[in-house]
């Protein structure tokens, strides 16, 4: 087996929403594992600080201010990645997220519900369309759009590696996310249809899909915002792990990494669940 089989050395990766929790120590990965990394975020200071992380280790990286849902942002972003490295050889689609006000109060809807209306309590009906839009870009206009700008850079040098996040959410809908879980579940989907459009071009396309993280988008959902105690949502999702407990951003890497490299040459069109054997256990 060649020694090189997971390298990333000199590989050019540009990581959109590269500023947040499990992008972030992706992008710091690829740069300890020798990748030129663009960091991608639509907050400049995040993706700079990220970029900073991975030149102090010895890295070589950029911070690039950038909206995922906007093509002149991404084609000056582009423009920027191409001056300083030449090239691009990997795509990480990575930003992404939800909405509290795409998110429902409970997880099923009862006949009570139509007759007590509870001041805050949010039904399936009382969801803002404008947020449940929102969810729908970010994710998955979120993703076609990088694809389209950096995508074309790969067809026209004769290859390269597009890694989409889906999410659990895309296996099995969760309660309350509608617009998170529909909008993943269109990631993978594309993750497929990308796989086999592109394959003519030497452009492999495949997806991680994260179990439960901590993270911004979430957090609301699986703690206590005052005292930082599981909510019973939280306790549910790790009675349901069968590892019992929520992923780590580190937990990422590796799957990551052989997506990425050589290692998976002949992979193309999967979706990978990181999950601690939530997708595997049937709760009983």
């Known amino acids: 087996m060649s020694e090189n089989l997971f390298g990333i050395t000199g ?3 540009v990581v959109t929403g590269g500023g947040g929790i499990l992008c972030r120590s992706m992008a710091v990965e690829l740069g300890r594992l020798g990748a030129k990394v663009a960091v991608l975020d639509l907050r400049k200071e995040a993706a700079e600080l990220a970029a900073k992380e991975i030149k102090d280790s010895g890295g070589q990286a950029i911070g690039v201010e950038c909206n995922v849902l906007d093509r002149g942002s991404l084609e000056k972003a582009c423009a920027e990645v191409l001056s300083a490295f030449g090239g691009i050889d990997i795509l990480v689609n990575g930003a992404g997220g939800n909405s509290p006000k795409a998110t429902t109060s409970k997880e099923q809807f009862f006949p009570d519900d139509l007759k007590n209306a509870v001041e805050g309590m949010k039904t399936f009906f009382d969801l803002d369309s404008d947020a449940v839009q929102f969810v729908f870009n970010l994710n998955f206009l979120g993703t ?11 067809a026209e040098q004769g290859g390269g590696v597009i890694l989409n ?3 659990m959410n895309a296996f099995k809908p969760l309660t309350k996310i509608p617009a998170y879980s529909g909008a993943k579940a269109a990631i993978s989907n594309f993750t497929q249809w990308l796989a086999m459009h592109f394959a003519p071009v030497n452009i492999r396309v495949n997806a991680v899909a994260p179990g439960f993280f901590l993270t911004d988008q979430n957090r609301f959902l699986l703690t206590d915002e005052k005292t930082g105690d599981l909510t019973a949502r939280g306790r549910t999702i790790l009675a349901h792990t069968p590892q019992g407990r929520f992923g780590t951003p580190e937990d990422l890497n590796g799957t990551m990494v052989w997506l990425l490299s050589d ?3 002949f992979v193309t069109g999967i979706v990978v669940p990181v999950d601690g054997g939530f997708s595997a256990f049937s709760g009983v």
């Open 11 to 13: 590989k050019r990766v």
């Open 144 to 154: 076609l759009l990088p694809t389209q700008v950096f995508g074309r850079v790969m």
């Open 165 to 167: 996040v889906s999410s």
């Open 263 to 265: 290692a998976s040459k």
